[in-house]
């Protein structure tokens, strides 16, 4: 197995915190038998040997390697390597029980390939996309659109208590919303109501009342690309009915 096969887009890889880099190289390292196992068990072995960032681009090589030290540490420190008995030289290690019975949701990282980090809006990127790397589908998902909210709220100055799809048809009405670009025929302009309000109603609004399992990373991927998209219209419009 290789590390640039599990998550192929090396930006990804830089966003990864020290637990999930730690996962990632056990799921490496678990991936070979033996003698190759024991010699990736090797503090200077693992940061040398090409075999470990084969697959990225040269030029990013050096900082993948960087970053990828700092899940060797996050395994030193949680005990899930430990140094081994009786071994030659130094900075050999084992696996611990911890570290041997370890389960790294090899999907979640497979998954990332398929929501690219740059496809994200800068208000949401940290956060929607810790929690999608975790797995927490759904909680991305609320908090993506929360912020789509939010922003409409906020770019269209309206009161705290302006909620929902209701908010999104007074801020994009046809003829008097605030953020409508009256430039635009009207059909276009309703239609533009109608995929705001139509999202909130429809994506955001039954989770913040009820437990919605999403359990599909795909699926979970497009509704956070969409409300970046989203987002990127709410930013190219202003409270004094500009056009674009």
């Known amino acids: 197995m290789r590390i640039s096969e599990v998550v192929i887009d090396p930006d990804v890889l830089l966003t990864?915190?020290?637990?999930?880099?730690?996962?990632?190289?056990?799921?490496?390292?678990?991936?070979?038998?033996?003698?190759?196992?024991?010699?990736?068990?090797?503090e200077h072995n693992f940061s040398i040997d090409p075999r470990v960032v084969e697959g990225y681009p040269d030029e990013r090589k050096p900082e993948i390697i960087r970053v990828l030290m700092e899940g060797w540490a996050w395994l030193v420190k949680e005990?899930?390597?430990?140094p081994r008995p009786n071994s030659y030289g130094e900075g050999w290690m084992m696996l611990s029980r911890n570290g041997q019975n370890y389960s790294s949701n090899h999907d979640v990282y497979r998954f990332t390939n398929i929501l690219p980090v740059t496809l994200l809006h800068p208000s949401i990127k940290d956060k929607v996309w810790s929690l999608y790397i975790q797995g927490q589908y759904s909680p991305a998902v609320f908090e993506a659109f929360k912020q789509v909210e939010i922003a409409v709220r906020s770019k269209g100055q309206f009161r705290p208590e302006d909620l929902g799809d209701a908010l999104m048809r007074k801020a994009f009405d046809d003829e008097s919303g605030p953020l409508t670009n009256m430039s635009l025929p009207p059909a276009e302009r309703k239609a533009l109501s109608h995929l705001f309000a139509g999202a909130i109603g429809w994506i955001k609004n039954p989770k913040s009342h009820r437990d919605v399992l999403l359990n599909d990373p795909v699926k979970a991927a497009q509704m956070l690309v969409f409300a970046s998209y989203l987002l990127s219209i709410v930013d190219e419009r202003s409270s004094n009915n500009t056009s674009e």
Do not use: C, H, R
Not at 17 to 41: N, R, V
């Open 16 to 42: 990864l915190s020290p637990e999930e880099l730690g996962g990632l190289i056990l799921t490496f390292i678990k991936s070979f038998e033996g003698q190759q196992a024991d010699y990736f068990l090797n």
């Open 79 to 82: 005990n899930m390597i430990v």
